[in-house]
């Protein structure tokens, strides 16, 4: 069965201060990642994807990949009480049910003015 | 530019009754889901449907029913409704089943099942 982990939170930061948001996953052969936000009651959106080991920058948004390690983690510079909401982390494979999306649980961001 | 729209999106059932859920995109992406999310379990994939015309079961498949009508069209049916069944039901889709294929949700639809 494979897993995708994330610290369910409440991940509590200052308005301006830096969050980090971690996952680990249980496939080794997991092929391309994404970061999802979702504000209560409303549908997940997309916000980055990363299918290579290293960094990959978007606005203020930093999505780092490590596959040798199964770990993949968001950085949200700058957070804004707007970027409050749940973050899930999620994992695809490559063909057939290999290529569904499988979901963490979320982490609940809180900015706090 | 609609995307993914699902219909009902709010909906109470008695026990025992059966709904359909219904779901269309308007991406001509060939994949379509569906999933439902309960608190602290995070969203599970129901069913699947690679291309028009296949269907496959997915993570949670019991008590649930699909049909992919067409390549826009994919539903989800109920056919006895349980407590279990209370949920909140995201339908997405994407051009293809690939890894590096955007996976885009539908507003979601809340069951109650009384």
């Known amino acids: 069965q494979k897993e995708v982990e994330q610290n369910s939170g409440p991940l509590s930061v200052p308005e301006g201060a830096i969050a980090s948001l971690n996952c680990t996953y249980s496939d080794r052969v997991s092929q391309s990642f994404f970061w999802y936000r979702q504000y209560s009651g409303k549908s997940p959106e997309l916000i980055m994807s990363?299918?290579?080991?290293g960094d990959k920058e978007d606005g203020r948004f930093t999505a780092q990949l490590n596959k040798a390690s199964q770990y993949v983690s968001l950085l949200i510079r700058d957070s804004q009480p707007s970027d409050s909401a749940t973050y899930l982390c999620a994992v695809r494979g490559y063909g057939g049910s290999q290529g569904n999306l499988i979901f963490g649980k979320g982490t609940k961001l809180s900015v706090k003015p | 530019n609609a995307g993914v729209t699902q219909t009902p999106k709010f909906q109470v059932l008695k026990t025992g009754q059966s709904m359909t859920l219904q779901c269309a995109q308007d991406?001509?992406?060939?994949?379509m889901y569906w999933y439902r999310q309960d608190p602290g379990m995070g969203l599970r994939l129901i069913y699947y449907?690679?291309?028009?015309?296949?269907?496959d079961k997915g993570e949670v498949p019991n008590g649930y029913n699909v049909s992919r009508l067409n390549k826009r069209e994919f539903s989800l049916r109920l056919e006895s409704a349980a407590p279990s069944q209370t949920s909140v039901y995201f339908c997405?889709?994407?051009?293809?089943?690939?890894?590096?294929?955007?996976?885009?949700f539908g507003e979601g639809s809340w069951l109650t099942v009384v």
């Open positions: 997405a889709s994407s051009e293809l089943l690939q890894p590096r294929n955007t996976i885009y």
């Open positions: 990363i299918y290579s080991n």
């Open positions: 449907s690679a291309s028009e015309g296949t269907t």
């Open positions: 991406m001509n992406h060939n994949s």
